[in-house]
């Protein structure tokens, strides 16, 4: 109920503290105010201490000035009583009488002194603190949306995640941005203390010396009392907040509150304390030093480490037995055996008897898709370690389904001794296709903005496009980020490897089976298309073809009714998978080539010299199953050095390489250099949409021998 009248309490409560310094308060209700003051502040710092992310926590800058004001507001009151009453309630008394003795003089040295260390130490030191981090994190905002752009785009994170990340990645600038204007307040407030504490001092000493009739000294020992214990009253609140705004902006990111983080970080080194025992005891031992208070802390110390150690043994060996069992978990057996991974289907449970057929039939099955990884990556494998891979994996299989149209089957994760210890590797089929290895404990720092700072760490390649990139620790980490660089997890790594493995493998990975799944499916909507297209026009296997055909050629085959429907309007044509694939790639051509545009309805793209297109497709090679291209030497060397020489003019200016051709040699050319140029789009002019144009990026010419003036092309040919 309290909760959801919290917008009407701290309305009030604001519109009260405007009342307080304007409206006499008596000194009953003062105390009480005082009371909620200093209860406030104590809430406010154990929230703190419970927070496990600074964030977490944005409106303390708020909160933070309105507890500011109120003080003030207890302050204009408490004068106004002291000055025309000499007497602001029990509180102020007894912080007067009884907190410092009734000496005004030692009242005016702890006030002093608790004015320096708020002020001159926790203040300067947290608003400093506030100022760099706000610095830091806008500086470091552009380097972590590209980041999660980068994941968005690998199919790592899909896009509730990445808005969620920016809105967390937004809500750290606005924080520390925030704390570092709240800073301010608090050294205003220091200030404002001692200002109003002084005049308190010199205003009452007038009044009660010439208006209350007071001797001088009567006067002063009054009013000062008074004054000190007002302002010891304003600043211990006043330093309880200040102390909480430090450790908030101090604090890292942990999911752990700050007792169990400090405990744990603390007391982590059980041979740190041991030597801290002896260290104490040799205190005790000096000469006119006092033996039981060393001794006893080195006591403390030495039983305190003793504990730990031990701890530290059972617990080493405890992991060991779970590092083991999540082995077996991942492995199903010591060598080789496959589980697949988080989302899946799950396995039978119950378990065939040794020997009988179906345990011998496990042994001879082959994952479609495996990663094996090194015993020195478990852990970002076992999620009782707070490892994500198993998820991710499944996350990027349903990325590849929204973006593909590709059900990818279930991928299995194992460990594999035989690798090194940092080392992963993926298996199409029991065949290795990509490879890579990882650095734990470290992230990954791409220089894709051109940034000339040099970072601190081991140099190597992204396994992907292939960049420079460094491992970095976590103190070169900031710095990066800071310079452009784009920074990544070892699991981030893994996970956008998988991912382009996947794309670039999909047409590996759909079967008759996958493709019978597909159609079953499409059955419940389109069951009048399924029924004309099967068994009577083609197959189940041309289907397949076509699907992996145009996968080969990264053409997502999420719209299947039109590729289905392509198919039946062209199966009376021909039969040829080949052929049923370039007719359907027409039709599909509005959805996919918009992809390689570099401006809306622009391609910029290479092209063929007229009579080198037109030798080539003399030279096309048919066969019932196969289509290529008959090239002799010279030639194939000559069209290398030509296209290499465009795509990497296209890859420079930051456009996608493409080649746009006559349809009767599109395929036959593709495959033809597919091996060279495996990141080659080569289009088709009757794919293109009606609306789009072509910007020529280069002309690649026909070679010397073919274009003698004095010899007709096709007598050359």
Known sequence: MLLRRADLAFTFGLFLTVLLLI???PAFLLDTFLALNIGLSLLVLLAIIYVKDPPEFSGFPTLLLALTLFRLALNISSTRQILTKGYAGHIIDAFGHFVIQGNFIVGAVVFLILVIINFVVITKGAGRIAEVSARFTLDALPGKQMAIDAELNAGIIDEVTATARRVKVQKEADFYGSMDGASKFVRGDAIAGIIITLINVVGGFAIGAFQMGMSMSEALQKFTLLSIGDGLVSQIPALILSVGAGILVTRASENSNLGTQLATQLFRYPRALRIASGMLACFGLMPGMPLLPFFGLAGIAAYLGKILQEQETRTGH??????????????????????????????????????????????????????????????????????????????????????????????????????????????????????GQLMPGRW???????????????????PVFNLEATWIDAVEKKNAELNGFTVVDQASVLITHLSETLKVNAHHLIGRQEVQSLIDHLKLTQPALVAELLPDLVTLGIIQRVFQNLLRENVAITNQPLILEGIADFASLSKNPDDLSELVRRRLGLYFVPEFECRPRVIRAITLDPRLEQWLASKVH????????????????????EINRRTSELTLAGHPTVMVVSTEIRLPLKRFFESSFPRLTVLAFQELPAATDIENAGIVTAPAHLVRTDVPLKAAA
Request: proline share 8%; charged share 25%.
């Open 444 to 462: 990954l720092a791409m220089n894709v903005a051109g940034s000339k700072v040099h970072l601190k760490g081991v140099p190597t390649r992204e």
């Open 318 to 435: 405890a992991h060991g037995t779970e590092a083991a069992a999540a082995a077996s978990k991942i492995n199903g057996t010591p060598k080789n055996a496959a589980k697949p991974a988080a989302g899946d289907a799950a396995a039978p449970a119950a378990a065939s008897a040794p020997g009988s057929p179906e345990d011998v039939r496990k042994l001879i099955e082959i994952d479609i898709f495996a990663i094996e990884i090194g015993y020195g990556l478990l852990s970002i494998a076992d999620a009782k370690t707070g490892g994500e891979l198993l998820a991710r994996v499944t996350g990027v299989r349903k990325s590849l389904a929204r973006e593909k149209g590709i059900v990818v089957p279930p991928i299995s994760v194992r460990d594999n001794l035989e690798l090194e210890p940092n080392d992963y590797r993926f298996l199409l089929r029991g065949k290795v296709v990509a490879r």
């Open 23 to 25: 409206l006499p308060v």
């Open 622 to 641: 048919r066969s019932p199953t196969e289509v290529g291209l008959a090239l002799d030497p010279g030639t194939t060397r000559h069209l290398l050095e």
